[in-house]
């Protein structure tokens, strides 16, 4: 079972458990299932790595590393900064004609991805969580995973339902809320989203309960009345309590490669992000795009999802997910 210990700080005395690397006898270990999950990155990058005569004086290998990694979704400039770091290493001495890429590319990617807390703060009571997101993402399904997590850790929960749109998240929610042990503050259709969220939040403070998740429309982010929408709920949320939301979580599809880096400048424009969520990389073969968002936002990822089960949904660990990555047992 995968340890919820180490998707939050502010645990108190809670000792955290090490990242599970190894396979173990239920489900193969967390590490095994983002390896499997990351197979087709993996497969896709290291073919093409494999591929170059790699030496450090052939300026055509960089080329060709270069655009393995372009293909890969790591961006412009996230791939050009690897580049650099690998240029810089090898011109130390540190890198040697026909020696494997991957350990190196590896080292380098995880610095890139690593630096910043990766870990939801949960030391604030009431704790308030926003979710954002489009359609699509998983967002709703996280909400209700996250609730489970922290039950796990003996935090008490209120889930609000300020997605007003789409009535099956609010069935969808509630499930998950009666699963978790939560209360639940639902809504009727078309109800202001942020009197939703003060609600849930006002239950919560009544109610001496830990942590707030609000669950937020899937907008779109062309819609520009939708994203002032999100920017509201954020401001009621700052004038109930001050210092919250004290995490904004924007959940994005791995499988929407280059579209997931556009989402993200522009949620980032309508309210400010604390990390990422980012779902389906077991369907995706551009993987890549995790170094792409971390890189050129600056925002950290916190979570990631490799399949549908609640332990699919884990804690970012950067050097595991660039071993996975790059198919590093």
């Not at 380098?108 to 979710?131: C, N």
């Not at 993402?137 to 209700?144: F, H, I, L, R, S």
């Not at 489970?148 to 850790?153: A, G, K, S």
């Not at 009197?195 to 006002?202: I, R, T």
């Amino acid at each position: 079972m995968a340890d919820p210990h180490l998707m939050f700080s502010g645990l108190g005395d809670v000792e955290f458990a090490e990242p599970e690397v190894e396979a173990t006898e239920e489900g193969g270990g967390f590490f095994r299932r983002l390896v499997d999950g990351l197979a087709k990155s993996s497969k896709a990058l290291t073919g093409q790595i494999q591929a170059i005569a790699f030496d450090p004086d052939d300026a055509e290998a960089w080329e060709r590393l270069e655009e393995a990694l372009l293909l890969a979704d790591c961006g412009v400039p996230a791939t050009v900064e690897i580049i650099g770091r690998l240029e810089r290493r090898a011109a130390a001495g540190g890198m040697t004609p026909g020696e494997d890429l991957a350990p190196a590319l590896a080292e380098e990617i995880a610095d890139l991805l690593s630096g910043a807390e990766a870990r939801i703060d949960i030391s604030h009571k009431p704790t308030v969580i926003l979710m954002v997101g489009v359609n699509g993402t998983g967002k709703t399904t996280t909400v209700g995973k996250l609730a489970e997590h922290l039950r796990r850790v003996d935090k008490s929960v209120v889930v609000a339902a300020a997605d007003t749109f789409r009535a099956a998240a609010d069935e969808q929610l509630e499930a998950w809320a009666n699963r978790a042990g939560a209360d639940f503050v639902g809504s009727s259709h078309g109800q202001d989203p942020a009197a939703v969220a003060y609600d849930g939040m006002e239950a919560a403070v009544a109610r001496g309960r830990d942590v707030v998740l609000v669950d937020t429309a899937g907008r779109l982010q062309t819609q520009i009345g939708l994203m002032d929408e999100l920017a509201k709920i954020r401001r009621v949320i700052a004038g109930r309590m001050e210092g919250a939301p004290h995490e904004t979580l924007l959940v994005l599809d791995a499988t929407t490669g280059q579209n997931g880096l556009v989402q993200a400048r522009q949620f980032s424009e309508a309210t400010p992000l604390t990390g990422i969520v980012l779902t389906k990389l077991d369907g995706t073969a551009k993987g890549g795009i995790a170094l792409a968002i971390a890189h050129e936002l600056g925002v950290p990822i916190k979570l990631i999802g490799v399949g549908e089960s609640l332990d699919d949904l884990r804690a970012f660990d950067a050097d595991s997910f660039a071993r996975a990555l790059l198919g590093l047992a």
